[in-house]
């Protein structure tokens, strides 16, 4: 049975940092494209960051410069750095695995992050 649980959510300042964690298990982890979204209230979920198996990442233009995604396939976890947080970072952040055709193969359940003064 595959798992992704996320963990590192939380509330923050604006200009702060937070770290999100993302283990994986019941599932080859070093093969898939791991990858975090996010949902704000009322809008739709967008891609903001991904790495590939090979260590490739590509990052959302409204997250460069300021978020950082990597991954410990030793640990079978990937990883969010979130610095100089905005409140528009506000949003539910979901971890999911995907297959190198694109198709997302797995989400994990969420894990709130809330940038507010």
């Known amino acids: 049975q595959v798992q992704l649980v996320e963990s590192g959510g939380g509330l923050v300042q604006p200009g702060g940092s937070l770290r999100l964690s993302c283990a994986a298990s019941g599932m080859i982890f070093s093969i898939y494209t791991m990858g975090w979204y996010r949902q704000a209230p009322g809008k739709q979920r967008e891609l903001v960051a991904a790495?590939?198996?090979?260590?490739?990442?590509n990052y959302a233009d409204s997250v460069k410069g300021r978020f950082t995604i990597s991954r410990d396939n030793a640990k079978n976890t990937v990883y969010l750095q979130m610095n100089s947080l905005k409140p528009e970072d506000t949003a539910v952040y979901y971890c999911s695995a995907e297959w190198a055709t694109g198709t997302i193969a797995y989400w994990g359940q969420g894990t709130q992050v809330t940038v507010s003064s």
């Open positions: 790495i590939t198996s090979g260590g490739s990442t």
